[in-house]
């Protein structure tokens, strides 16, 4: 079992920056690839970003590619998402979540794939 806890989550103006955490507990949080997602009202949850185990790896959603950055500190047991020029379409529920692999230098971008998940954190961009 692992337990994730978001944070960072807020109100900002478009083109503000905020930076998510989610800290791990409960297992080795380094055999974790581990993603972000998000879901707005109305629309089904999509990947963000993700992360392989060893940090190496690492995917961006077109929407934010250059904007976002998915970071991880196993020593921390913490993953982080730096948000940079933020939009009102980012306007979202953030989602951490940690995705039990074998492989270290692999993700998955589903949400079925992806074992463990945070409660949330909001992210409300105004214009």
């Known amino acids: 079992q692992v337990q994730l806890v978001e944070s960072g989550g807020g109100l900002v103006q478009a083109g503000d920056s905020l930076r998510l955490s989610c800290a791990a507990s409960g297992r080795t949080f380094s055999n974790y690839a581990m993603g972000w997602f998000r879901q707005a009202p109305g629309k089904e949850r999509e990947i963000v970003a993700a992360?392989?185990?060893?940090?190496?790896?690492?995917y961006y959603a077109d929407s934010v590619k250059g904007r976002f950055t998915i970071s991880r500190d196993n020593a921390k047991n913490t993953v982080y998402l730096q948000m940079n020029s933020l939009k009102p379409e980012d306007t979202a529920v953030y989602y951490c979540?940690?995705?039990?692999?074998?492989?270290?230098?692999?993700?998955?971008?589903?949400?079925?794939?992806?074992?463990?998940w945070g409660q949330g954190t909001q992210v409300t961009v105004s214009s």
């Open positions: 992360l392989s185990r060893n940090g190496g790896s690492t």
């Open positions: 979540a940690a995705d039990r692999t074998y492989f270290t230098d692999s993700y998955n971008h589903e949400p079925n794939e992806y074992d463990y």
